[in-house]
Every structure is written in C-alpha cells, then in structure tokens.
C-alpha cells in the first residue's frame, strides 16, 4: 500500500520564479493538509483541502501561495514569485476522513530560493 | 507563542541509557499524536493518545498523556542508536474544534553508541 507521494524531493528555483509542489495522498485517503517546516521551527499548518475543496487555508499567505485538490490527479501547492523567505521543506499528509483523525506525512519537498 | 512546548530541545545519550522527553500545554487537546522524523524525511506517525491517563507502549517506547489532556510524555527504555531522529508531539486543541494539527518544536535525539 503505497504511502503518501511528493514530488519533487528537491527544488530550486530562483527569486520570482514560480514553484509547483505535488501531492498524492494515500489511496482512500480524501483528505490533505499541506505543512511548512523552517530550520529550527515546527511543523506550521498552511491548508487542509478536499476533493475540489479547500476547507480550511487559514495558514497559507495572502499572497502568492495558492492550493488546490482537483477532483483527479495529484494535490498541487502553488508558490508564485518566489522570494528567499520561501525556502524551506514542505510536507503534505492525507487523512482518510477528517475531525482530528490520524496524519500521514510524505517524505517533503526541500524548496531552496537562490 | 507556541502551544504545545516540547522539551528539552536537544538531548544526547549513551546506548543503554533510559529517557524521557515531555510535551506540555495549558491547552486541552482531544488527542496527542507522537511522531519520529530523520533527516531529509517526513514524520512517521508513532502513536497516538486519546484518553486522559491512557498509557501506550510500542517496544522500548512508553507513551502517557496527562490526566487532564494537556501534556504527554515519551519515555525510551534501553536507548539504541536507531533511536535517534527528531521527536515531534502534535494534537488537536479541543477549542474551536479545529482540524489544523498543531505542532510541537520538537525534540533532538542523539544515542550515541
């Protein structure tokens, strides 16, 4: 059973450039979250989506970042403009219902802005 | 500030010692989810707790979550090498019955051999 998938494992992108993070969930899953992780920092909640929805995005900036989770294919995290601030890992995790079920994280994007 | 604090930040042992690594709050969270991340990886889900008191053991591992739900610890009997990795606690704050996971800082394992 295949766990949860991202790609790429590695990114580098230079400022202003835009970056495209994909996610895909574990099967049966219908749940994903998407989590930035800083050197030193935490695990920081950005968005919770569903099939065509996003339920909850309270975490991600106003700005340039943009989600989605169409109704086929991967989870798509969206960093537009890149800046240095940008650069750290991302994570997605997938849940197969959500009200404080179980996370399962895939192995994370290492975005590094030059 | 940050709700769930994790402590200590940094911890570096001998194979064969026994340790305990806290996770606390002044929040109530409905569960506490334990996770263990190496280098370059994702979190991997170690355990969860649900009940106030519960107790859960995974191997060497011992899992408690407080009487009242706001804290947890994990205790490591027999610390080997393979131990070693960042240990994260997450939860769901039972206020506002949110669905964002919060996280803990995390604690820095090193078992030396």
């Known amino acids: 059973n295949a766990g949860v998938m991202q790609n790429p494992r590695h990114l580098v992108r230079r400022r202003g450039q835009e970056a495209r993070l994909r996610c895909s969930p574990m099967k049966g899953h219908s749940h994903v979250y998407w989590y930035r992780q800083l050197p030193e920092e935490g695990l920081k909640f950005m968005v919770y989506l569903q099939k065509e929805n996003i339920i909850d995005e309270s975490g991600m900036p106003k700005e340039r970042f943009s989600a989605e989770f169409p109704k086929e294919g991967p989870s798509i995290l969206r960093i537009q403009q890149v800046v240095r601030g940008d650069s750290a890992a991302y994570f997605c995790?997938?849940?197969?219902?959500?009200?404080?079920?179980?996370?399962?994280f895939g192995p994370g994007t290492r975005l590094t802005v030059t | 500030t940050q709700l769930l604090e994790q402590s200590p930040q940094f911890l570096s042992i001998q194979e064969g010692e026994n340790l305990t690594v806290y996770c606390n709050s002044s929040?109530?969270?409905?569960?506490l989810q334990w996770y263990r991340q190496e280098p370059g990886e994702g979190p991997v889900l170690l355990v969860t707790v649900v009940t106030g008191g519960e107790v859960k053991k995974l191997k060497r591992l011992t899992f408690q979550f407080g009487d009242a739900r706001k804290d947890s610890s994990l205790h490591i009997t027999a610390a080997q090498p393979g131990d070693t990795g960042l240990y994260l606690c997450?939860?769901?704050?039972?206020?506002?019955?949110?669905?964002?996971?919060?996280f803990g800082k995390g604690t820095k394992l090193t078992v030396n051999p």
């Open positions: 929040s109530v969270f409905s569960s």
């Open positions: 995790a997938s849940s197969p219902v959500s009200r404080g079920y179980e996370q399962y």
């Open positions: 997450a939860g769901y704050p039972t206020q506002g019955g949110s669905e964002k996971l919060v």
